[in-house]
Structure formats: C-alpha cells, structure tokens
C-alpha cells in the first residue's frame, strides 16, 4: 500500500468570506482540547489520474470554496481572546487575508474495491486516506481540512477533517452536503442549485448561558490540566496489538424484529426506536468481547449524545453551525447486558435515559463534563455518528457514495459509530475498531445475537 500526495492546496472562499469573531459557547468548550471528526467517503470512479486531475479536482476546489463563503468560519482557528481572561473565540480574518482550507490531492495503489468494503481491515489503511489538521505555534489551530485521493481506474475518496470545537455531526454534514450540492452545480447537473442545503445560521447569542457554563467548564479543565498527570500505564510485553476497523449492518427486518422483541419483553414501558435497538445490540456485543463474565456485579456504562437544536426553549434553527449536544448516561448492570436478555435490558435502560430528557434538556448541566471524566476508568461504550445525518446521501455528482466511515472512532477505545445503510433496506450501519482478536469476537456475538432473531 501506498498513498503519494501530488500536491497540497490553500482553497478560499470565493465570494470571499466575511469574517469576523464567534465566541465558543457552552456547548462547544468541552470539545476544546480533543480533535477532529474525520470521515472518508469513497466513490466509485473509473478513470486515470490524469482525468481526475483536469476534469474532476477543478470543479471539486471551486465548489469547497462556494461552500467555504457560507461556513467561513471552517475557514479560521481558534485562539485565546486578546482580552486576556482566559477564554476562547472563533477568529476568522476574511477578505482577502489569505485564508483558506487546505486541500491535499493524492494518489493511492491500495485496493479500493477491499479498503472501502465494510470487512475487517487495518484501520491505517483508511487514516492515509484523512488529511490532518495544519498546526501552529502560536497557540492557535485550524478546524477544517480536505484530502481528495484517487485510486487510478477504480475511484476516489474524499477525506473530510473538522475539529469537533469548531461543530457537532449536524453541522459537519450540512457542510459536506454544501460541497456536494455546490459540486454537482459547478459540473452543470440540471435542477442541483434548488437542491442545496439552506445556508448556516451563525448567531451564536441564540445559545443563552445564564449560569456561566462556559466559562465554569473551561476553569474545570484547566484545573483538571494543572494537576499532576496520572501514572503512566505499565510497558507492553509486546507489540501493541493491530486495530482494524470493520462495518457491521443491520437491516429493516431485523431492527423489526429486535424492536418486537424488546416490547414483548420488555413490557412495552418505553419508546422503542431504530437508534435504541441499535445500540442496545453493539452494547451486548461490545460487552461480551470485553469479557466480563468474571466481574458480572460490575455496572455497565453507555454514553451518547443527543441534539438539542428543537429540544432547546426556545429552539434554534436546525442550520445552526456549531455543537449543541448534550451528553446522555446510562447504565446497566453488566450481568444482566452478558444475560439472554441482555439486549432488552440495555434496550430498556436507553429508553429511559431519552425519555428523562422530558425534564429537560439542559437539567443537570452543571455536573456532564465531571460525570464524563469520572466514567472514563469504567471504559463506557460510547457512540459516534447518528442514521439522521445521512451520510450516504452525499452526492458529489458521482452518484451516492459507495462507502462512508467514521474513521475517528478510533480515538477513544469502545466508540461505535452509526450511520444509515445505504439503500432502502440496509437499515442502520455500525462501524467497529478493535484489535483484530476482538473484533472476531465482536463479529460472532453479531452475527450469533441475529442468528437468535
């Protein structure tokens, strides 16, 4: 395998971009010191790189910069504010400042047909295929960055990095489907210009903090900072085991069978959606690779977040560029997620933890970024990703996209991501990264647990 890259690129926003200074709200604070969400879209193209080159990467650059004027704040870092009080703001210098995303072409000789299949590969394969973010030294990083890279007489993929402080999954993919639509317009597809997404809303004063969250949040992680680092984990005795990455689907039928199940027998108590059974079911499976049976009076962990855009009072508009998640806790004791019916128990407990959102949605909110720390030891699952964004409606003017993946999943051990399936049947798609040992085990809980439905 190898990806050679042909050349790096500095991609405006034409009409230029505005500019100006956002501030972080309380929403994106806690996302200030983690990193990008990157995801890599794969699409079949039959040509050589000579034609990619002259036919295809024009009308790519000219569409990102179209869509960059409306999200110019992509186009800007972050940096700690002049006032010197320690906070953080979103700098954008605009005009004709010189500011853009950078934009790396590049070839590959994988196989594009195996690295954009869902089976269990090295999960470096598809980081070559991801750009990383630029960065600075003067205490100031980038949030977007491109990577296009064509695997000669087969396809592309299209690597889209931004940092998660910068917008949550909602916002990425109004940005992505921006490009896209804008693409489709600049290559002359009949009908595409009343197809492209509205564009965003960038009032961050729609998000009210009353209590001072930001900043209580930002002092809470600055402190957490200036404590002692904890003791480094005991040296391998080996080579660190090989993360592959794999895509595990579960169709219409068989989410309606997992959803009949689990009201049978869960006593219908509870809302039961897609998403619900979805997780429920990687749960289980994650559980049983991890192997707890021998610690069966351990409490198990969930952690996902939920999108408060129309939950918020008043709401915001879904165009809303930013984070606004609110984290989502759950438990359950990891006997009964090992037990038959492990699966309706998780079910039951995700059920729960949406529906005291009816509380309210900010109620606790005080305490999530303490709560999320203290669970890390507990090794909780964790989901990346929504079947809402619809990744696989992205459309570049190449047709739907072959294959999409999250590949940053693999930052934090335990993270599934979930994405619609592809076609109408497909369901929901659950992305997987373990070490390649762990992930036969996983593949055979799946595949056994829909054996039983």
């Given amino acids: ?24 709200t309380f929403f994106d604070v806690p996302w200030l010191f983690t990193g990008p969400v990157e995801r890599v879209f794969f699409y079949p193209y039959p040509h050589t790189a000579e034609q990619f080159t002259a ?23 972050v940096r700690p504010c002049p006032d010197g009080g ?39 394969r598809l980081y070559a295929l991801v750009p990383q973010l630029p960065r600075t030294e003067d205490g100031t990083f980038a949030l977007a960055a491109a990577q296009v890279t064509v695997f000669a007489g087969r396809g592309i993929a299209v690597g889209v990095s931004i940092h998660h402080v910068a917008c949550d999954d909602s916002s990425y993919m109004h940005f992505v489907k921006t490009w896209a639509g804008q693409c489709r317009v600049a290559a002359g597809e009949e009908f595409a210009e009343g197809a492209l997404p509205p564009p965003p809303f960038l009032d961050r004063g729609v998000v009210a903090d009353p209590e001072g ?34 895509s595990f689907a579960l169709t219409r039928d068989r989410i309606d069978k997992l959803k009949q199940r689990v009201v049978a027998e869960g006593g219908g108590r509870f809302h039961c959606s897609a998403f619900t059974v979805a997780c429920a079911f990687a749960w289980a499976c994650l559980a049983r690779v991890d192997g707890g049976c021998a610690d069966a009076e351990r409490r198990a962990h969930l952690l996902f ?3 408060c855009r129309r939950r918020l009072a008043p709401p915001i508009p879904q165009e809303y560029l930013g984070n606004c998640l609110r984290p989502c806790f759950v438990e359950v004791g990891l006997g009964e997620l090992l037990g038959g019916d492990g699966v309706v128990a998780a079910a039951a407990a995700i059920g729960a933890s949406i529906r005291a959102l009816d509380d309210g949605v900010l109620a606790g909110a ?14 909780p699952m964790s989901v990346g990703g929504s079947p809402r964004y619809g990744v696989y409606e992205t459309d570049l003017g190449l047709g739907l996209p072959k294959k999409v993946e999250l590949v940053s999943i693999d930052k934090t051990p335990g993270t599934v991501s979930l994405a619609e399936g592809r076609d109408a ?5 659950t992305g997987v990264v373990l ?5 036969a085990r996983f593949s055979s809980c799946f595949s056994d647990g829909l054996g039983q439905l």
């Avoid at 930001?214 to 680092?229: C, G, I, K, V, Y």
């Avoid at 005080?366 to 090794?379: A, D, N, Q, T, Y």
């Avoid at 049947?425 to 798609?429: F, K, N, V, W």
């Fill in 435 to 439: 070490p390649e040992a762990e992930m």
């Fill in 366 to 379: 005080g305490g999530w970024f303490h709560k999320i720390l203290s669970l890390v030891p507990e090794r």
């Fill in 86 to 124: 320690g906070g953080y703001e979103f700098f954008s210098a605009g005009g004709d400042a010189g500011e853009g995303v950078e934009l790396t072409v590049a070839e590959s000789s994988d196989d594009f047909d195996e690295v954009s299949g869902g089976a269990p590969r090295d999960v470096a």
């Fill in 55 to 77: 036919r295809l990467l024009p009308p790519l650059m000219s569409s990102l910069s179209a869509a960059l004027h409306w999200f110019y704040p992509l186009l800007g870092r």
């Fill in 305 to 307: 977040s939920v999108e």
């Fill in 213 to 246: 969250l930001a900043a209580r949040t930002l002092d809470e992680m600055r402190q957490l900072a200036a404590n002692a680092p904890p003791p480094p984990p005991p040296p391998r005795t080996g080579p660190p085991p090989k993360l592959v990455i794999a």
């Fill in 425 to 429: 049947q497909a369901g929901i798609e």
């Fill in 1 to 24: 395998m190898a990806t050679k890259v042909l050349d790096r690129l500095t991609v405006a926003a034409l009409p230029p971009a505005p500019g100006g200074v956002l501030p972080l």
